[in-house]
């Protein structure tokens, strides 16, 4: 027989691996919630029996649209909005954890416009998204990944900070696409 002090700390380690499996279970950390985009849940948590009891929790007002599925992971949802902010959420009560913005190119147009007063667009611009989130977040190893206008960010999923950006050539049909005189310095 172990000693007590030995069985209670192998409880509290399995209870531990317990709770994270079914933390884990929960998480929606990308689009399509698995590699396999599987758009699927654990089948007791939703079903025919629940799906017509189920109310809004919470909700968090942007000041624009929302076209991106959220990421959810570790309690935390993740999501962009058409208003230039990055959102990180609390899951349990929708309390706002912080919100990045991201940058504003006034050589695209985004529509509505984050950066007024800027250059008049080239024409094969006009109809991009600028500085917009339309893209679901991935979250990988405290990391999140997204994109908005043509940026890619890596933000620090703790507290929102920048790991790091990389510009994306923003017209891939140029020539030059690396040269593109369109794409921020």
């Not at 030995?6 to 994270?20: H, N, Y």
């Not at 698995?34 to 968090?60: E, Q």
């Not at 999501?79 to 919100?99: I, K, M, N, Q, T």
Request: hydrophobic share 40%; aromatic share 10%.
């Amino acid at each position: 027989m172990l000693p007590l002090s030995r069985r209670v700390v192998i409880m509290l380690a399995v209870g531990w691996l317990l709770r994270a499996s079914a933390t884990a279970a929960l998480d929606w950390p990308m689009y399509g919630r698995d590699l396999k985009h599987s758009f699927t849940n654990a089948d007791s948590l939703i079903n025919a029996g629940n799906v017509a009891l189920m109310l809004p929790a919470w909700d968090f007002p942007t000041t624009d649209a929302v076209s991106a599925s959220p990421t959810v992971v570790d309690g935390r949802v993740y999501v962009g909005a058409w208003d230039g902010f990055f959102y990180a959420l609390d899951s349990a009560s929708g309390a706002l954890v912080w919100s990045f913005q991201v940058d504003c190119d006034s050589n695209i147009t985004p529509i509505p416009a984050q950066c007024p007063g800027g250059p008049t667009p080239p024409q094969d611009r006009v109809e991009t998204d600028g500085g917009l989130i339309t893209s679901s977040a991935a979250v990988v190893n405290g990391k999140v990944y997204f994109g908005a206008g043509k940026t890619v960010y890596c933000l620090n999923a703790a507290d929102g900070s920048l790991v790091w950006k990389k510009v994306i050539c923003g017209n891939p049909e140029a020539l030059n696409c690396e040269n593109d005189p369109n794409d921020p310095n």
